[in-house]
């Protein structure tokens, strides 16, 4: 296809988010949680495991430690043993005993309301500190880009960056602030149901005009990858 211009781009961009809200006007997340310390630790489980196994385990974590001072004195491996289940398990128990030790000890035992506080804690990083902050407090801070996300916004070519820190530095620059907010949740959804990982539906998709990946086997880069 011919050099699209910045402009062209953004404006495809801008529609793009448009549709999405057409489609997903009242999402949420697909993670349990009832306050800033259960959103914490459930999106830091969830990375690289799905939202429903991470469900599956928390109803018992926070039963047995339902603040940060109670997982904060915790044995790690007595928390591993709940979320054995999920990938990753044995960092992820580290990472959430550290991330409730630093809430206590640094934060007063509240989860801090900033990207740069967040990011301090074991285990978290952009993604789960911009879903914290949208989810929990209302900022919106950046755009959280998961898998979904990211192979959406490759396939879109909105970004070709390799990582998806960088791909959400293409996306804020991108699209105007106030369209950030409902990006992750969207994207998620509309990863789920349609742009697959490796058999998107781009017969009938209602983003088929405006994709320049439609139809095309190329369309798919996290195969290029590999």
């Known amino acids: 296809m011919p050099r699209e211009s910045k402009r062209a781009k953004r404006e495809r961009a801008v529609e793009v988010c448009r549709r999405m809200g057409e489609l997903y006007p009242q999402v949420e997340s697909a993670l349990w949680f009832r306050n800033p310390y259960e959103l914490v630790i459930s999106v830091l489980l969830s990375a690289q495991t799905t939202d429903a196994a991470v469900n599956k385990v928390t109803p018992e974590l926070f039963r047995r430690w339902p603040d940060p001072e109670s997982l ?24 959430a005993v550290g991330a409730a030790q630093m809430i206590v000890a640094d934060f007063g035992g509240e989860v801090p309301g900033t ?74 959804h509309f990863g789920r149901d349609t742009c697959t990982a490796h058999a998107p539906a781009c017969d009938g998709c209602p983003l088929m005009d405006l994709c320049p990946s439609c139809g095309k086997t190329e369309g798919n880069p996290e195969k290029k990858k590999r």
Request: aromatic share 8%; charged share 25%; glycine share 8%.
């Open 72 to 95: 904060a004195a915790a044995d790690v491996a007595e928390v591993g043993e709940v979320i054995r289940t999920i990938g990753f398990w044995r960092a992820k128990a580290e990472h």
């Open 115 to 188: 990207m740069e506080e967040l990011i301090k804690l074991p285990g978290v990083g952009r993604k789960t500190a911009n879903i914290v902050l949208n989810k929990a407090y209302g900022v919106v801070d950046g755009i959280a880009v998961d898998t979904h996300v990211f192979r959406i916004s490759r396939r879109l070519r909105f970004s070709d960056a390799p990582t998806p820190l960088a791909c959400e530095q293409d996306l804020l620059a991108l699209l105007p602030r106030e369209l950030w907010g409902p990006v992750n949740e969207q994207w998620i």
